[in-house]
C-alpha cells in the first residue's frame, strides 16, 4: 500500500503544481476542492462533502500549501484508496490538469498521447523526493530500452557526450524536459514517427501495464472445441485475451497462481506448436504461431509463476527498487565521503594552526639558541684552555705509567723465563723418573728369571740326589744284581750326564741372566745417580719438587753364581728338607 500511495502522490504533485500559477508554493481553496473531488471520482473514494467543507472553511486565511493539503489528502483520500481504480484514467486526470501550462509549444516527433506516456513513465522511474527528477542513469535505463522496442542499437558514445553537456547544477530532468528529449528524436534519428509511437507504447505496457509479454495465439474453446485466434496480454498475476490488439473487445482471463502450471504438447489435429496450461478449475489449450514464439511463452508463463510462488513483483519494478537502493548507497558512500573529507580538512586547518604555533616556537627556540651558543662558545674557550693544562699534567702522569708499566714487564718476562725453566726441569725429572721404573721393571723381570732357573736347579739336584741314593741302595742291597746294576748304573750315569749337560746348559743361561742382570743394576745405579742430581738441582729452586724415592730393601743371600732369588732363612727351610729326605732314605 505504501508503494502505491507514493505512485499517486507524484502525479498529484504534479497536478498541484499546476495549479500553483503564480510558483508561491500554494494553490486556493477553491482548486483544491474541485481537485479533492476529482481524486475521489477517479479513485473510487467515497466523496465526503462535509469533511472537504469542514478541513477547507471559508473563514481560513489564504491559500494552502503543499505541506497544508497532505493532511486532508492523505486521511481522507490515500488511506481509503483500493486497487480496485483505473491508473490510466487517475493518470490522465492528472496529465490534463498540468499538460496545458507545462507541454512545450515547439513542435515534437511525438504525440500528445506519447507525451501522456511518457509523463508516466517519468513518474514511475523519478526518485521519491520533491520536486521530481529523474536521475541519468534512469534515462539511460529508459533510452536503452526505447533503442531496444525500436530494434535499433545503442548509441554508448552518444549518451555520454550528453551526460558531458549536462547541466551539473541539477540532480536530473523534469517530466517535461525528459519528454522534450525524447521528443526531438535525439536519440531516435532515422526511425519514423510510427516506429517511435510503437516503442514508446511497448515500454508503457511493459513499466507501467505490467504487461509481461503479448501477441497473437490460436486459442481452443472450451465449448464448442473450436480455434480462434486471440490477442493475449501476460500480467503478473493474469493472462487476458481480446479479439484484437486494440483491447476494446476483452474474451476473458486465465487467473495465474502458485499452482498453476504450463507444458508442452504434440503435434494434433493439424495444429502445431501447441502448449496447455493448467489452472484450478480449467485448462486451456494454446498454439502459437511458431516454435520460437512457443518456447517465449513458456518460459514467460513459467518465470510469472515462479514470481508468485516467491512473492516477487515484476521484474521491471525489481530492478527498480534495486537500482534506487544501489543509489541510495552510493548517495550514502558519497556523504560519508564528503563528512570524511570536511573532517579531514578541518583536521588539516587545526594541522595548519598548530604547525604555525610550532614555527613561532621554534623561532623563539632559535633565537634562545643562538644565546645559547653564543655564551656556550665563549666557555668552550674557557674550559679548552683549562683542558689544556690538565692535558699538560695527564700527559706527565701518563709518561710515569709507562715506566711503572715497563718496568713491572720486565719483571714479568723474568717471572715467566723461571717458570719455563721450571717446567723444561720438570719434564726432564719426568724423563729420569721413567727410566728408574723402566730399570725397575727389568731388575724385577731378571730376578723372575733366576727364581726360576734356582727352582729347576734345586729340583734338578734332587733328582740327582734321589738317583744317588738309590745307587748306593742297590750295591749294598745284593751283589748279584750287580750286573743289573751296573747296567741300569751306566744308563743313569747316562741320564746323570745327560743332567749335567742340562745342568751346564742351565749354568750357561744362569750367567747370562747375571750379566743382564749386571746390565740392568748398572743402568739402575746410573738413574739413582741422575735422581739424586735432579734431586740436588730441584732442592737449589727452593723445594718445588719433592723426588719419590725407591724403599728400603732386605739384605739378598749372594752365592757362587750372584745374587740368590730367596733369604737365608728360606735356604735353611730347604736344608732341613734335603737331610730329612736323606735320614729317611
Known amino acids: 500500500m505504501g508503494v502505491l500511495k507514493d ?6 504533485w504534479h497536478a498541484f503544481t499546476a495549479l500553483d500559477l503564480d510558483h508561491s508554493g500554494k494553490v486556493s481553496k477553491s482548486q483544491l476542492k474541485v481537485l479533492s473531488h476529482n481524486l475521489c471520482t477517479v479513485l473510487k473514494v467515497p466523496h465526503d462533502p462535509v469533511a472537504l467543507e469542514e478541513h477547507f472553511r471559508d473563514d481560513d486565511e489564504g491559500p494552502v500549501s503543499n505541506q497544508g493539503y497532505m493532511p486532508y489528502l492523505n486521511k481522507f483520500i490515500l488511506e481509503k484508496v483500493q486497487d480496485n481504480f483505473d491508473k490510466i484514467e487517475f493518470n490522465r486526470m492528472c496529465w490534463t490538469l498540468c499538460v496545458k501550462k507545462n507541454l512545450t509549444k515547439s513542435p515534437l516527433l511525438i504525440t500528445e498521447d506519447d507525451a501522456f506516456k511518457i509523463w508516466v513513465i517519468f513518474n514511475f522511474l523519478s526518485e521519491d523526493k520533491y520536486p521530481l527528477v529523474i536521475v541519468p542513469e534512469e534515462i539511460e535505463y529508459l533510452l536503452k530500452k526505447l533503442t531496444e522496442a525500436m530494434g535499433g542499437g545503442w548509441q554508448q558514445e552518444q549518451f555520454e ?6 547541466d551539473d547544477s541539477k540532480d536530473g530532468l523534469s517530466a517535461w524536459e525528459l519528454i522534450e528529449l525524447i521528443g526531438n528524436g535525439q536519440f531516435s534519428k532515422g526511425m519514423d514517427r510510427q516506429t517511435v509511437s510503437m516503442a514508446i507504447n511497448e515500454v508503457f505496457n511493459e513499466l507501467i501495464l505490467d504487461v509481461l509479454k503479448q501477441g497473437y495465439m490460436m486459442k481452443k474453446g472450451h465449448r464448442r ?5 486471440r490477442w493475449f496480454v501476460l500480467k503478473p498475476n493474469i493472462i487476458s485475451y481480446y479479439v484484437s490488439e486494440d483491447l476494446k473487445d476483452k474474451k476473458g482471463d486465465i487467473l495465474l497462481d502458485e499452482n498453476c502450471c504450463v507444458e508442452s504438447l504434440p503435434d494434433r489435429d ?11 478449475d480449467k485448462t486451456f489449450e494454446i498454439s502459437a504461431s511458431d516454435k520460437k514464439k512457443k518456447q517465449e511463452w513458456i518460459q514467460a508463463i513459467q518465470s510469472t509463476i515462479h514470481l508468485l510462488k516467491l512473492g516477487s513483483p515484476p521484474p521491471h519494478k525489481e530492478a527498480r527498487q534495486r537500482r534506487k537502493e544501489l543509489r541510495k548507497k552510493l548517495l550514502a558512500e558519497q556523504e560519508e565521503l564528503e563528512r570524511q573529507m570536511k573532517e579531514l580538512q578541518v583536521a588539516n586547518e587545526n594541522k595548519q594552526q598548530e604547525l604555525e604555533a610550532v614555527r613561532k616556537k621554534l623561532e623563539e627556540a632559535a633565537s634562545r639558541a643562538a644565546e645559547e651558543e653564543k655564551k656556550r662558545l665563549q666557555t668552550q674557550v674557557e674550559l679548552q684552555a683549562r683542558f689544556s693544562t690538565e692535558l699538560e699534567r695527564e700527559k706527565l702522569i701518563r709518561q710515569q705509567m709507562e715506566e711503572q708499566v715497563a718496568q713491572k714487564s720486565s719483571e714479568l718476562e723474568q717471572y715467566l723465563q723461571r717458570v719455563r725453566e721450571l717446567e723444561d726441569m720438570y719434564l726432564k725429572l719426568q724423563e729420569a723418573l721413567e727410566d728408574e721404573r723402566q730399570a725397575r721393571q727389568d731388575e724385577e723381570t731378571v730376578r723372575k728369571l733366576q727364581a726360576r732357573l734356582l727352582e729347576e736347579e734345586s729340583s734338578k739336584r734332587a733328582e740327582l740326589e734321589k738317583w744317588h741314593l738309590e745307587q748306593q741302595q742297590a750295591i749294598r742291597t745284593t751283589e748279584a744284581e750287580k750286573q743289573e746294576l751296573e747296567n741300569q748304573r751306566v744308563i743313569k750315569e747316562q741320564a746323570l750326564q745327560e743332567a749335567m749337560e742340562q745342568l751346564q746348559q742351565l749354568e750357561l743361561e744362569r750367567k747370562q741372566a747375571l750379566e743382564q742382570y749386571e746390565g740392568v743394576k748398572k743402568k739402575l745405579e746410573l738413574a739413582t745417580n741422575k735422581t739424586k742430581s735432579w734431586k740436588d738441582k730441584v732442592a737449589q729452586h727452593e723445594g718445588l719438587i719433592r723426588l719419590i724415592e725407591p724403599g728400603s730393601k732386605n739384605p739378598h743371600l749372594i752365592t757362587n753364581w750372584g745374587p740368590a732369588a730367596f733369604t737365608q732363612a728360606e735356604l735353611e727351610e730347604r736344608e732341613k728338607s734335603w737331610k730329612g729326605k736323606k735320614t729317611t732314605e
Open 225 to 229: 472445441k473450436n480455434w480462434t485466434e
Open 270 to 280: 493439424g495444429k502445431k506448436c501447441l502448449f496447455l496450461i493448467k489452472c484450478f
Open 7 to 12: 505512485e499517486l502522490l507524484k502525479a498529484i
Open 161 to 166: 557526450h550528453y551526460k558531458i553537456n549536462f
